[in-house]
């Protein structure tokens, strides 16, 4: 006989609500609210969770976490037993239960469900079949799935108006962070500029909900690079971003950053993100640059070989000594040129005379056009 009122006292259930939809909207008192996956829920986050209950007030679809696995996957009453007993969940939403924000900072309330119905349509384009090209162009840059959907990333297939708001197409990323809707980004589907904001958003803590207890929390150039590091370290560190390294901490934000111990800023090897991470480092005392020991960023030093779970636990050891390329020997990096990896373009010449390869192509945008690359694919040799 399965000890049920045992079981269901071990699991956090905002922890496998937010596992399976990534993190919360917002939170409304006791409450922590998601978008509902079991109905059209595009208007407001109907799904809520308080201590052991979930509860949609739209739907009316209710139960402890045995019923969300049963509903969500399908399970038998025994199968979800079976499940919750071998998952390890770590609370992190009541960690990450949001600072009080001055209303002055936050997004008007219209804006954001407005923003919340983009996301969740966006969403669904993305996990469609118009959004084969955009998954792919994510799991290229090493995003898992469960990555993909934990931070809500979706994929507008066209230039248009929707929900009210104009949004260019690409990659849509929301910035969900202390109960609110900040902002949406969109990763450009061609063109030479990358990015574009959708009008109506406010500069935000992007990954603020991760920093939870971490006494050590990086901070990265992009969210790109912050998704992709928290995916890889994000038990070990808070991974945070303002989105570029011209965009400044507002005051607002400074409460969430106060008990961190150690701030590792792992901008960009460029003129920018050096003139960024001297921004931090003079307005935070626990402020220290963390440098990529390959490429020009995190996602570079990923894709050529790095182990980021690594490299972070050997900065969080060097006790405040700079992290800097010297040290590269001591985290594994592979030149890996073999069929379909991307390489530094500073590479290719002792590459292709070593391993006879050949250049396909720079690194694509979703169109699978040339991008001005940092990497190229190779190819083995005739």
Not at 140 to 151: C, F, S
Not at 215 to 242: C, I, K, N, R, Y
Not at 295 to 307: I, M, N, Q, R, S
Request: glycine content about 10%; aromatic content about 8%; charged content about 25%.
């Amino acid at each position: 006989m399965v000890d049920t009122k045992a079981l269901l006292e071990r699991v956090d259930l905002a922890a496998l609500i937010e596992r399976d939809l990534g993190y919360p909207v917002r939170r409304e008192g006791r409450w922590f609210k998601w978008i509902c996956p079991f109905h059209d829920d595009r208007k407001t986050p109907s799904l809520g969770v308080a201590g052991n209950r979930w509860k949609c007030f739209g739907c009316g679809s209710s139960g402890d976490a045995i019923d969300w696995l049963r509903k969500r996957e399908g399970l038998s009453f025994r199968e979800a037993c079976g499940r919750l007993g071998s998952i390890d969940l770590v609370p992190s939403s009541e960690k990450a239960a949001p600072h009080h924000m001055p209303s002055a900072s936050v997004p008007a309330t219209a804006w954001q469900e407005q923003a919340l119905d983009v996301v969740s349509n966006c969403q669904a384009t993305l996990w469609s079949d118009a959004g084969t090209k955009a998954r792919g162009w994510l799991n290229r840059r090493g995003l898992a799935k469960d990555t993909v959907r934990k931070w809500r990333l979706g994929f507008n297939p066209r230039a248009q108006k929707t929900s009210g708001l104009w949004v260019p197409r690409g990659i849509v990323i929301p910035c969900l962070a202390a109960g609110q809707t900040w902002y949406l980004k969109v990763r450009l589907a061609n063109g030479q500029t990358k990015y574009s904001q959708v009008s109506g958003g406010q500069t935000a803590l992007f990954g603020a909900d991760t920093i939870g207890n971490h006494s050590t929390v990086v901070v990265t150039e992009g969210e790109f690079d912050a998704m992709l590091l928290h995916q890889e370290a994000g038990d070990t560190v808070g991974v945070v971003t303002l989105g570029s390294a011209a965009a400044r901490l507002p005051d607002a934000w400074v409460p969430h950053l106060l008990g961190v111990q150690r701030l590792l800023v792992a901008y960009d090897t460029d003129a920018a993100g050096a003139e960024g991470a001297a921004i931090w480092e003079s307005i935070s005392a626990h402020a220290q640059r963390l440098v990529p020991l390959a490429g020009k960023d995190v996602t570079d030093f990923y894709l050529a070989g790095g182990d980021l779970r690594a490299w972070v636990q050997l900065a969080i050891a060097a006790d405040g000594d700079p992290i800097a390329a010297p040290v590269e020997t001591q985290v594994p990096i592979s030149r890996a040129p073999w069929v379909g990896q991307r390489v530094r373009i500073e590479d290719l010449p002792d590459l292709k005379a070593e391993y006879k390869l050949q250049v396909v192509g720079g690194d694509p945008d979703l169109d699978g056009k040339p991008w001005r690359p940092k990497l190229y694919l190779v190819e083995s040799g005739p």
